[in-house]
């Protein structure tokens, strides 16, 4: 089966500038999640979708950030206006409905400029 | 609150040779599960092993080993006969409700 796939794997942006970044998770995995590492720190969880409905997002960071998950597929995170500080690897990952695996992607490399 | 603590920031092993990477944890929750990832150098997060709370036996896959210690909150990765390709960054993640909590990360380097 196809993995999780993430694109772009690399964004170089200016500050102030839009980015999206997009996951497509294993196809017919429920669970959808975006998790985000800065340059030496951990790697942060930001939200959950169950299906298209977001589970959780407490990890958000602030409001400049956008989840969506049309349609219980695909899920695009937009990050509007970006700052220097969003800079990191943002990572998505799926898992079933049921089961404990999970599956991530190669991430996206952010850097803000 | 869930916490993970990985407390070697880097390590050395030659080829061939076994390695332990440490993992405590913190959480209030009885059933949880615990995980380790390996990031190499191209990105990817590879699964490595996974232990459930419940499990009574130490989880194994292949080279790699996790012994788990309930009662020390330790859940440590062992791979034995390290190879040039274990060269990557390792995290150590627990699972509540539906979520991962990470550690920072050991980078292990393998020398021949």
């Known amino acids: 089966e196809a993995g999780v796939t993430q694109f772009p794997s690399h964004s170089v942006i200016e500050k102030g500038q839009t980015v999206t970044l997009r996951c497509d998770p294993i196809s017919g995995h429920d669970n959808l999640y975006w998790y985000r590492r800065v340059m030496g720190k951990e790697i942060k969880f930001l939200l959950h979708f169950v299906k298209e409905s977001k589970q959780d997002e407490s990890g958000m960071p602030n409001n400049r950030f956008l989840a969506e998950r049309t349609g219980g597929t695909y899920s695009t995170l937009k990050v509007q206006p970006a700052e220097l500080e969003d800079s990191g690897v943002y990572f998505c990952?799926?898992?079933?409905?049921?089961?404990?695996?999970?599956?991530f992607g190669s991430g996206t490399r952010l850097t803000v400029v | 609150a869930q916490k993970i603590t990985q407390t070697q920031p880097g390590m050395f092993v030659q080829e061939k040779e076994a390695v332990t990477l440490d993992c405590t944890y913190d959480t209030s929750d009885q059933s949880y599960g615990l995980f380790w990832y390996k990031q190499p150098s191209s990105g990817e997060m590879i699964f490595l092993i996974y232990?459930?709370?419940?499990?009574?036996q130490n989880a194994t896959e292949g080279r790699y080993s996790l012994n788990f210690q309930k009662a020390r909150k330790s859940a440590n990765l062992v791979i034995s006969a390290s190879q040039l390709g274990d060269s990557a960054m390792y995290f150590c993640?627990?699972?509540?409700?539906?979520?991962?909590?990470f550690g920072k990360g050991t980078m292990l380097l393998v020398s021949p």
């Open positions: 232990q459930g709370s419940y499990d009574e």
């Open positions: 993640a627990m699972r509540g409700y539906s979520t991962l909590t």
């Open positions: 990952a799926s898992s079933p409905a049921h089961g404990y695996g999970y599956t």
